[in-house]
């Protein structure tokens, strides 16, 4: 079974600073899905980037970027310039390229992040 | 992607009582997920909703206690029976977009007294 491990559980940035969230995760698979989502106090989840393990190219969404290392089974988030709106809980999760009920997303414990003004 | 409504956002419900939450979709798709966040945790799944065939349930839950309807490729429900404080959770709902990522319902807070 795969496991997605978050071991922070909490993090601090200053606003117009770069933070990062580390994420590892554990599989036999060798093709994969892997994703960040954010929660913010609304509890809506917010989709906030995607990765597909087959592509070596890091995903950037505007000032969300991941460092995606594949042998460490890595799936870290930067987030640049940090805004007082990225105050929320993130969420790493790992979906397996099978389809139907195996489509599942396995997700992380979560960290929360702050924003210092 | 899409839109996701649910009923009810929230609700405060007696022990042993059942409460059935919608989720309705803006269109039509295949699986619909159901997930269970307890407070400060993160979300686990409960159950796989496929229209036309019987609700996947994860190790753990059993369709006694969440019964899943999937009457058509817009609409499920899943229902919380015999409830007790422990049910109490956010329940979300959600669906498979086309790059194999998933929206999500804003949730359904569920407080059990």
């Known amino acids: 079974a795969q496991t997605v491990t978050q071991s922070q559980p909490e993090m601090s940035v200053q606003e117009a600073e770069t933070v990062t969230l580390s994420c590892t995760y554990d599989?036999?698979?060798?093709?994969?899905?892997l994703f960040w989502y954010k929660q913010p106090p609304s509890r809506q989840m917010i989709l906030v980037i995607r990765?597909?393990?087959?592509?070596?190219q890091n995903a950037t969404e505007n000032r969300f970027s991941v460092n995606f290392q594949k042998a460490a089974k890595s799936f870290s988030l930067k987030i640049s310039d940090s805004q007082l709106g990225d105050a929320a809980m993130y969420f790493c999760?790992?979906?397996?390229?099978?389809?139907?009920?195996?489509?599942?997303?396995?997700f992380g414990k979560g960290i929360t992040l702050s924003v210092r003004p | 992607s899409a839109v996701i409504s649910q009923k009810p956002s929230r609700d405060i419900c007696q022990r042993g009582t059942s409460l059935t939450i919608q989720c309705q979709v803006d269109?039509?798709?295949?699986?619909m997920f159901w997930y269970r966040q307890q407070p400060g945790q993160s979300l686990t799944l409960i159950a796989t909703?496929?229209?036309?065939?019987?609700?996947?349930?994860e190790s753990g839950f059993v369709i006694d206690k969440f019964p899943i309807s999937r009457p058509n490729l817009t609409f499920s429900t899943l229902t919380v029976s015999n409830m007790s404080p422990e049910d109490s959770s956010i329940y979300l709902c959600?669906?498979?977009?086309?790059?194999?990522?998933?929206?999500f319902g804003p949730g359904t807070r569920l407080t059990v007294t």
């Open positions: 959600s669906v498979g977009g086309e790059r194999a990522e998933q929206y």
């Open positions: 599989t036999s698979e060798s093709d994969y899905y």
């Open positions: 990765q597909e393990a087959y592509k070596q």
């Open positions: 999760a790992y979906r397996s390229t099978h389809t139907g009920a195996n489509s599942k997303l396995t």
């Open positions: 269109s039509q798709v295949t699986m």
């Open positions: 909703a496929n229209q036309g065939s019987e609700a996947t349930y």
